[in-house]
């Protein structure tokens, strides 16, 4: 899943049994605001890993991602700047 402007203030859900992937494209690509929040929500055993294209900062690494804790976990996100997005709500979060 690729996160879309309309994702602002909303919580995505993901419900896989296999292995996902939650996208922060660049904001050429996806024109989120700035100051944008969103939550990331993983249902299933699947593991969901946030991750940020070239170009995209994730709490200071460019293309970096990390992987949610597992079931039931979640993250928030916010775009503190263009293409730089900030990651929290769990433990041990790694970029």
């Known amino acids: 899943y690729t996160l879309v402007p309309d994702d602002r203030g909303k919580s995505v859900y993901?419900?896989?049994?296999l292995p996902n992937t939650v996208t922060i494209d660049t904001n050429a690509n996806q024109a989120c605001d700035v100051d944008m929040v969103c939550m990331i929500r993983q249902l299933s055993a699947g593991l969901t890993t946030v991750s940020a294209v070239a170009g995209v900062t994730l709490n200071g690494v460019d293309g970096g991602s990390v992987d949610l804790d597992g079931q039931w976990k979640s993250v928030v996100l916010n775009q503190y700047a263009t293409d730089s997005w900030w990651i929290e709500g769990m433990s041990g979060v790694v970029v």
């Open 14 to 17: 993901m419900s896989n049994a």
